[in-house]
């Protein structure tokens, strides 16, 4: 704080304020010097304050677009989905009775170009009543009457603009779909329902029903998923009069099978997703709040060591040490507020610049809004954070002796504070780290975090020891730059535990985020496994699997065609428990929210190995079994002989589960959930799909070859490339690292500041130490060279212990979180290690320059 | 002047020291500084501390403001047992009976002088902390720079404020380790004839360290430290009428 004031100050009260509010009154008058001193305990409360608050606000935002949108994001009311059927009469003539219905169907598709080119579409067809809730635009804009009209053979749909790129295509171009003609009339600009679907793999193609059905691919068993909407009568309808319907077309239609949600659950998925989400956002905001909070703890140390003096003083004229520690710890909490209130607004401002910036690229309904419990709990962590990093070094400056004031600087002594001090401290660190888990979506992955942040910070502390012990030991080399850089090290008051601990920490999360960035970027974007497949295919009917299989075995002779039934199937009762009554584990939870693929088959599947009981015999023809995968199952709590119902198409198939299969999902092979003996769905109308792996590996030129000729000869048939799929996933998960970047970006961000704050608050001694060593001959370059030496060996030290914690949380997070197999990146290791030096060394010589350019004579003048 | 909620109990001695011992630092490092201290001062005596550097002259004058805790000894200040009291108790004992002037000066540079002058006031709960204050200062001639920063007044006058502030709380002990060693001789001059006058006019007990033998001079009586010893024979130039005033070493 600088010490200088300008003008005298107006005359106080004239009454004299009792207790805490003396304190206070103290602590106001320290602070008049100005701010100066803590900008970097005021930047890292700033900033981490930011990014909780921007994480939880835009959070909040989302949740509330999710919300606010529900009907219109739903499309209704209330939905009602089928697939692989139509809704029956029965069931048409019950939901039309409820209200205003509107029905849509969604597929993926082939299109095809006049010339042969192809791309993947999806596909949503609606009827006259579309949309019940929100509009449609395109461009140029037309009313949707006009734009599927039939003219001149062909009908007109709005096309994700993705799809002209992709196609090189205007609008007004024609292509095929199936066997239908489709005129590209407009873009389409936005679409109200879009998000409910969740996300495809091809761009949309909106279409009417009637020139869905004109394509020929509704058939018996195709992948159609049929959407019926309703819109209840009412200017305004409560939510419990929705449920009340629902609750009503369920009790006419018990066997319907239907997926039904209402438009306060529009889209569970995506809400699972932004929780999700939400969840890694927080946990790289506390990290920045951690990283601040060693900020907060130096930048204190700092302040309390500048002010021993006039401590001492304090004391000296009758206050306690309680006083004393009360004085300080207000003036670090107002300076936590100081702090916080910046971090507030830019955090509140960030959905809004986000919405403002991205909204238009952003798959998410983001709806902008204050969210204040959201900014109060960021608030709230940010006190936190300053009185848990700021109780130890206040608890010790109860015990600045006033004698300091006759002797002089004692020199930081390394007690421990008092035991009330020690107990505070937990207590606060106790409830800072309960909140974090309390407050999350899974407190398991959030436990682990405060364990490894835990870990993180005694292993840095133990580093920083191993270091000082080191350099202790050492034998004393004779070149002085050497000497000195080690006496540096390990000598009382030596930054290394402060330098250590700031650039630990943000190195550990820069690696653990590079090393997840570069397995995912690998895992997605990188070459394909050698026996992943170049194609799946959809919706081959029953009665052209043949010709399919002669088709492609003479198209690709030398690829291996791999082809199953495929129906989807919901499962709604275990031992006849409803589905919804059930309480799965969190890795089950998924398999009973929607439809899944099921097979049938006489063979276990490739890439499955049985773990437990036994394959059907072939020809089997005994009451319904099924193979169920084992960590589904364990999540379920069934086991062999336990009971499975199953919805599909439309009726309920009740299976006894013969067998657990573990299965090797990365294979990207076909491989399902539930298996069923062949018995259980002979003779129901369904069709196949099917796998086809280029022995070697992938090859482009024959892969858009065959795609071609496969959609001349089977417009039916949608052909999804592997390595466009791949893709639209890792655009995805691209986007989320892109947020999780941003997010990270901030801690560093703390991270830099933390390390300069810790290296400046080494200024005096260096200052000091460089006053006396010119004094005895020093030149500044070899000054420079020791300084630089000291700052390379911790960066050094640093960097081996942040690789080491960054790799094992990111492989944790990889194999744990993410289910994915980690492979460690040596080259971004050692980039970082080198990143580290570089920074530990030019931050530090920032600050050591100017304290070579003092004169000798003033500095020991005041010595 | 009068005193004062500071006063000592009739006929005790303002200090009493006996049998004291301190050592400092650890294991190789360690000094043994005060050696077998006896020492008695009376009340209303003023006394000088004189000797060579090193020989513990601050050390004693720390322990007999509570500052620093002898090893074996008795301490006995206006009446009551230091060696008794916990670090909280001697704050507040300081602050009721001590006041203490520090060659440094050791103003609090973010307050103005009158809020220095106040401080022990306030921390000792005064509802008139800023007008006694504000007395204070103009007893010491700086009535017209209450509002002034440290680092806008002279050496001088920050060593006027620091004795304001001491006197403030009327003290029954006025300590000072050597108020002008950072002074000029005139400057030094006039803070130890407002030093004096304090503890004339109030009564105050007065123990200074000084280097100055003109200072010691003017002290009713030199007490000399040698090795962390009192030094036998050291004069005792009581006033009359003042109490018991004996080197007892």
Known sequence: ?863 | MTNPSGALPAGDAAIALSGLNLSLGRGAARVHILKDVNLEIGRGEAVGLVGPSGSGKSTLLMVMAGLERADTGTVRVAGEDLTRLDEDALARFRGRHIGIVFQSFHLIPTMTALENVAVPLELAGHADAFDRAAKELALVGLGERQHHYPTQLSGGEQQRVALARALAPNPAILIADEPTGNLDEATGRQIVDLMFAGHRERGTTLVLVTHDPALAARCGRTVRLRSGQVEAGAPAAAPAGTARATALA
């Open chain 1, 1 to 863: 704080m600088s010490q200088s004031v300008s003008a005298p100050s107006p005359a106080p009260a004239a009454t004299t304020p009792p207790g805490s509010r003396l304190s206070l009154t103290f602590a106001l008058r320290e602070m008049r010097g100005g701010l100066g001193g803590f900008f970097v305990f005021i930047a890292c409360i700033a900033l981490g304050v930011m990014a909780i608050a921007g994480v939880n606000s835009f959070a909040a935002s989302l949740a509330n677009g999710l919300a606010r949108e529900g009907r219109v994001i739903l499309g209704g009311d209330a939905a009602f989905s089928l697939i692989q059927r139509e809704a029956t009469e029965a069931e048409r003539a019950t939901l039309a009775a409820e209200g205003q219905m509107s029905v849509a169907a969604t597929l993926r598709a082939v299109s095809r170009t006049a010339d042969g080119r192809t791309a993947l579409v999806e596909i949503k067809a609606v009827d006259g009543a579309y949309p019940l809730y929100g509009a449609v635009a395109t461009e140029p804009a037309m009313p949707l009457p006009d734009l599927f009209a039939q003219r001149d053979g062909a009908y007109g749909v709005a096309v994700d603009a993705a799809l002209l790129a992709r196609l090189d295509l205007k609008t007004g171009a024609r292509l095929t779909v199936g066997s239908a003609t489709i005129e590209l009339r407009a873009v389409l600009a936005s679409e109200p329902d879009k998000y409910a679907g969740g996300i495809g793999f091809g761009p949309r193609m909106l279409m009417s029903e009637a020139a869905l059905r004109a394509t020929g691919l509704v058939q018996p068993g195709s992948l159609i998923r049929w959407y019926y909407r309703l819109k209840l009568p009412g200017e305004t309808v409560s939510d419990a009069a929705v449920d009340a319907m629902i609750a009503r077309a369920n009790a006419a239609q018990p066997d319907a099978g239907w997926e039904v949600r209402s438009r306060a659950n529009a889209s569970p998925q995506l809400e699972r997703n932004v929780e999700r989400f939400t969840q890694y956002l927080t946990m790289v905001g506390l990290t920045a709040l951690l990283v601040g909070g060693v900020g907060v703890a130096n930048a204190v140390r700092a302040h309390l060591d500048r002010r021993r003096d006039v401590i001492a003083t304090f004391k000296s004229l009758g206050a306690s040490g309680s006083r004393v520690f009360a004085i300080y710890f207000a003036q670090v909490m107002m300076l936590a507020v100081v702090g916080s209130i910046p971090g507030l607004i830019l955090g509140a401002a960030l959905p809004y610049l986000i919405a403002y910036a991205f909204g238009a690229i952003i798959p998410l309904p983001i709806a902008p809004s204050i969210s204040a419990p959201d900014l109060a709990l960021s608030f709230l962590y940010g006190l936190l954070t300053a009185a848990a990093f700021a109780l130890w070094p206040l608890g010790r400056a109860h015990d600045i002796p006033a004698s300091a004031l006759f002797r002089g600087a004692l020199g930081g002594e390394q007690r421990f504070p008092r035991c009330g001090y020690i107990v505070a401290t937990v207590i606060v660190v106790a409830l800072l780290a309960g909140l974090a888990i309390l407050l999350s979506y899974d407190r398991r992955i959030a436990a682990v975090f405060v364990a490894a942040a835990a870990l993180v910070f005694v292993g840095l502390r133990l580093v920083a020891m191993l270091v000082m012990w080191l350099a202790a030991k050492a034998p004393h080399p004779r070149a002085t730059g050497l000497r000195l850089a080690l006496a540096n090290i390990h000598r009382p008051g030596a930054l290394t535990p402060s330098v250590v601990l700031s650039l630990g920490l943000g190195l550990s999360l820069l690696v653990t985020v590079i090393q997840v960035d570069g397995n995912l970027r690998k895992q997605f974007m990188d070459s394909l496994p050698d026996k992943a497949p170049a194609f799946y295919f959809l919706d081959i009917r029953n009665t052209e699997t043949e010709r399919f299989d002669a088709f492609v075995r003479d198209q690709a002779p030398q690829a291996n065609l791999d082809r199953v039934p495929m129906l989807r199937g919901r499962i709604v009762a275990v031992n006849d428990i409803r589905a919804e009554d059930l309480k799965p584990a969190a890795q089950a939870a998924w398999v009973l929210q929607s439809d899944r693929g099921i097979t049938y088959g006489d063979d276990i599947p490739q890439g499955s190995r049985i773990v437990a009981g036994e394959w059907w015999p072939k020809d089997y023809a005994g009451e319904p079994l099924v193979s169920l995968e084992q960590r589904i199952a364990e999540g379920l709590g069934v086991g062999i002989g336990d009971r499975l119902t199953v919805n599909a198409l439309g009726r309920n198939v009740t299976a006894r589960i013969a067998n657990l299969r573990t299965v090797d999902w990365q294979s990207l092979g076909i491989n399902f959930v539930l298996v069923f003996s062949p018995n259980t769905f002979r003779g129901a109308p369904h069709t196949h799909i099917a796998t086809l792996t280029y022995p070697g590996g992938e090859s482009g030129d024959r892969e858009m070859t065959l795609l071609r000729q496969l959609a001349d000869a089977f417009p039916n048939i949608t052909t999804v490339r592997v390595r466009d799929a791949i893709e639209a996933v890792g655009e995805l998960v691209t986007n989320l690292i892109l947020g999780i970047r941003g997010a990270s970006g901030i801690t560093l961000v703390a991270a830099m500041l933390v390390l300069g704050g810790a290296l400046a608050a080494g200024h005096r001694q260096r200052v000091y130490d460089a006053v006396i060593l010119k004094t005895l001959g020093a030149t500044r370059a070899r000054l420079i060279g020791a300084y630089a030496l000291e700052y390379a060996m911790l960066g050094f030290a640093t960097a081996v212990f942040g690789i080491l914690a960054g790799s094992a949380a990111a492989a944790v997070i990889v194999t744990q979180i993410m289910k994915l197999e980690f492979a460690w990146l040596p080259g971004s290791a050692a980039l970082v290690a080198l990143g580290a030096i570089v920074v530990t060394v030019v931050l530090g010589l920032l600050g050591t320059w100017s304290a070579l350019g003092h004169k000798p004579a003033p500095v020991l003048r005041n010595l």
